[in-house]
């Protein structure tokens, strides 16, 4: 998107917003769909995303790909919502320890596990933390290149790399210990 | 030899993957994987993970081609918001930075207690007073049980002086409901034999009967504007299968909600008055309960369906409006945990019912009773302390507040929100004990105790806040009598030793039912000249400034229906009830609220459109322009270009 679309975005034109969303809606999507690994969730982040990023417009450097803005702050939205969803559930299992409850604590991945095909390859990414699947999913499913992910993540490359590394030697291991 | 050892080349394999591989590195690594029959293993494990992770994600998620369209109507309209409050931050950045946000704060500060009250309007101060006060005003209806168990609707002032029987009948008088404006009081009687809905004035006057229908008309409720009054109405007994009616505030026009007698009960108005919220537990074999909206519509009402198919057991408890259209329901189940289950769900009045079937959004499911929920919070039980959790935004550190640290006894406990919203008073009882009352913000920050601990004093249930904020009223038994006693809250935060004023001695066991007189809403001031309005628009103008931010408690569209559509949506028939009304536009932003606003009453009494000059699609947009009817029905535009250095983009 060139600098006179955000422009207009940022000067509150309707269509150049509407435009904004379609052209990056899908991306966005499928980026908090990844991370977040639940179609409602996904939804949600992706709204927040761009309210986000509507918010933030007037700080988005010009020497800055938007694409890659914008999903930095996707990331950063589905981060919090990571956050939020595992203080969620602590807080339900003080509850429930508290009461003795047989209670099911909520997986918002149980309802996605049914159609995964290889699912000692899913098992292996979910035991993986944030810190080393979101980096994961950003190379292996949206194909971005490093720079664009330490971009992304506010971090050097080279802790990209070592991050991807260790999380590819994790899943390595793992799947090594599994018999298939 | 030229080449890389195998540890080299397994640190080259590594980059490569990351495309992080340099031409030369690239040719050494080929080389090296040629004549290394374990490295190649190596990248050869490291391609098929590469592979299949890269399969597997596509085969998860490619599938799922986009969000679905609401997220581009939602961000629709919720984008223009987040444009406007850029500008004016913006704004306040070249206006002087924090000198000028604080200025603006302490001036608003001024004026906030008009706009919060999302239940009764708040009483304004006017400009031109120039006493300061707090002074309670307006009047106070409550019930109170007379010596042969009688009851009896009665109002007093604020300071507990002109204590008035206002039914003088033998027969049950209760539910004392004051009509948005303030002038009427609405209750229930069983004067005639069966209980049914009367009215009248302030003063008890000008007596009149809604309903006449044999059985029970009760638990009613007048939409925000005061045109109508949803009610209940039984056949049987005030218990038996009921329909949910809707009448003029006359009493004419009886309509029922309901195709036939259920165990139906009223919720809530939406606060633009376009839509109530009842539910239904009609399922003869457990509580199956539905969530219904009624669409009202001009004289009728259309039920919009059924929005949340309940699973049996569940009930709504309390209806937060989020914005005309959304609202958010605390809502428990008791068949599913011994204690139990309640959530925090959300709702739409708008769009297609089935919608709601499958996705309506569980925001929350606690194990623990939800007692309140404010914007962005709701608060629950941990053990014996009490905790503030978020149920949208950002999640913030809590602290249980452990209310028993006083008590050597069981603590009961109660908690009412104030009309800000931001704010709840809680009273913490030792059970036949001490009690202390405190303040506190909404996100469970500030707990402020409110004077000092009293004994042998029990609170009841309902304490009344004044639409303003600044009084509560609270009913206190010395297990004999019940008094009404009065806690200023500001009084009492400053002053740890003082206790409520006793405002009633009327010796009896049950007052009950307390409201607090609304105050005639106004938006602005009374004026009297064009250069008054000015003075009131400018200050209006700043209102409007802090209520878009985002974090303050009254979003745009709350303010502007909730607050603007209830009272402009109708034609201003009176000059004399109409002061000021102001009309901001921010980029079309409240356009959608203010549809009435097409037409003014002008000089001669007749309703004519607005000046097209006035319209807010073209000449406002992107700017702020007021509108401002000057109470003699004539309407002043104050907007104009704004003032220089507020909003840079206007200033030519």
Redesign the interface.
């Known amino acids: 998107m060139d600098s006179y679309w955000l422009e207009e975005c940022r000067e509150g034109d309707s269509l150049a917003i509407e435009k904004m969303v379609h052209t990056y809606q899908r991306d966005v999507y499928r980026l908090a769909l990844s991370i977040l690994d639940n179609p409602d969730e996904a939804e949600d982040g992706t709204q927040e995303t761009f309210l986000a990023a509507l918010r933030a417009l007037s700080s988005f450097r010009e020497d800055a790909v938007f694409k890659t803005w914008l999903f930095s702050i996707a990331i950063n939205v589905c981060r919090s919502r990571l956050q939020r969803r595992k203080t969620r559930g602590r807080l339900q299992q003080i509850l429930q320890s508290l009461f003795h409850l047989r209670g099911e604590i909520e997986h918002p991945e149980a309802a996605t596990m049914q159609n995964e095909t290889d699912a000692e390859l899913w098992s292996a990414i979910r035991s993986l933390d944030e810190k080393h699947r979101i980096p994961l999913v950003l190379r292996y499913y949206h194909d971005l290149p490093i720079a664009d992910i330490a971009a992304m993540l506010n971090i050097p490359p080279g802790t990209v790399h070592s991050r991807l590394n260790h999380a590819r030697e994790k899943l390595r291991a793992l799947l090594k210990e599994e018999p298939r | 030899m030229t080449g890389i050892n195998h540890k080299q080349a397994q640190r080259y394999l ?2 490569a ?4 591989l340099r031409e030369n590195q690239r040719a050494l690594l080929d080389a090296h994987l040629r004549e290394c029959d374990s490295c190649r293993a190596a990248a050869d ?2 391609n098929a ?2 592979a ?10 490619d599938a ?5 369209k ?3 109507s ?3 309209t ?3 918001r ?5 500008r004016i931050k ?1 704004t306040l950045k070249t206006a002087g930075g924090i000198a000028a946000l604080l200025l603006l704060i302490v001036f608003l500060n001024s004026l906030l207690g008009r706009f919060r009250s999302s239940a009764a309007p708040a009483a304004a101060t006017q400009t031109n007073e120039t006493t300061q006060s707090t002074q309670a005003e307006g009047l106070i209806a409550f019930v109170s049980k007379q010596d042969n168990g009688n009851r009896e609707i009665f109002t007093m002032q604020a300071d507990g002086s002109e204590l008035t029987n206002l039914t003088n009948n033998p027969a049950t008088d209760e539910s004392p409901a004051w009509s948005p404006d303030g002038t009427r009081i609405a209750f229930t009687s069983d004067r005639s034999g069966d209980m049914d809905i009367y009215v009248m004035n302030a003063d008890g006057s000008n007596l009149s009967r809604l309903t006449d229908d044999r059985g029970y008309e009760d638990h009613f409720s007048w939409s925000p504007d005061g045109t109508k009054i949803v009610y209940s109405s039984s056949e049987t007994s005030f218990l038996g299968d009921s329909n949910i009616m809707i009448m003029n505030a006359d009493g004419s026009n009886k309509t029922p909600l309901t195709p036939q007698p259920g165990k139906y009960s009223f919720l809530s108005w939406s606060p633009d008055g376009q839509h109530i919220v009842f539910q239904s537990s009609d399922n003869g074999e457990g509580i199956a309960t539905h969530l219904f909206v009624a669409n009202i519509n001009g004289g009728g009402a259309v039920i919009d369906g059924l929005f949340f198919e309940g699973d049996t057991g569940r009930q709504h408890q309390q209806v937060y409006w989020e914005t005309p259209n959304q609202f958010v329901t605390i809502n428990s189940n008791f068949e599913q ?1 011994p ?1 139990g289950k309640w959530n925090i769900t959300r709702f739409f009045t708008d769009g297609d019912n089935n919608r709601y079937n499958d ?1 309506n ?1 569980i925001l ?5 009773p939800i007692f309140a929920i404010f914007e962005n919070t709701y608060v629950t039980l ?2 014996d302390s009490l905790v503030w ?2 149920y949208q935004g ?2 913030f550190p809590y602290s249980p507040w452990k209310m028993d640290s006083a008590c050597k006894t069981k603590v009961i406990f109660d908690l009412q929100k104030a009309p800000d919203g931001r704010h709840a008073f809680v009273s913490v009882n030792c059970e036949g004990g001490s009690t202390s009352l405190y303040l506190v913000n909404s996100d469970g920050s500030e707990i402020k105790q409110l004077g000092a601990t009293m004994d042998n004093a029990t609170p009841l249930p309902f304490p009344a806040w004044s639409p303003d904020g600044k009084q509560l009223l609270l009913a206190l038994s010395d297990q004999r009598k019940v008094e009404y006693y009065r806690v200023d809250v500001e009084e009492l935060l400053d002053d740890p030793s003082a206790k409520p004023i006793q405002l009633t001695t009327t010796g009896s066991t049950y007052n009950y039912g307390a409201v607090w007189q609304p105050q005639p809403f106004r938006f602005g001031v009374p004026v009297e000249s064009k250069e008054q309005a000015l003075i009131a628009a400018q200050s209006g103008l700043k209102a409007a400034y802090k209520y878009a931010e985002p974090l303050t408690v009254i979003t745009a569209e709350q303010l502007s229906y909730g607050e603007y559509a209830k009272r402009i949506n109708q034609p201003l028939n009176s000059p004399s009830d109409l002061k000021v009304w102001f009309i901001v536009y921010f ?1 079309n932003e409240w356009q959608s609220a203010l549809p009435a606003l097409s037409t003014y009453i002008n000089d001669q009494g007749q309703v004519v459109p607005f000046p097209t000059e006035m319209s807010p699609v073209s000449q406002f947009r ?1 700017c702020v322009y007021m509108a401002v009817n000057a109470g003699d029905g004539s309407v002043i535009e104050v907007g104009g270009p704004l003032p220089k250095g507020i909003m840079p983009e206007c200033d030519n």
């Not at chain 2, 799922?64 to 679905?68: A, H, K, M, R, V």
């Open positions: 590594r980059a993957a990351d495309g992080l494990e490291l993970l590469e299949r992770l890269k399969k597997s994600f596509q085969a998860k998620w799922n081609d986009g969000p679905s609401d997220v581009m939602i961000i629709h919720r984008s223009r987040i444009i406007m409050t850029n913006t945990t204690w996705s959004p929350i499911t606690s194990e623990m941990q053990e959790l978020a950002a999640p980029n992107g």
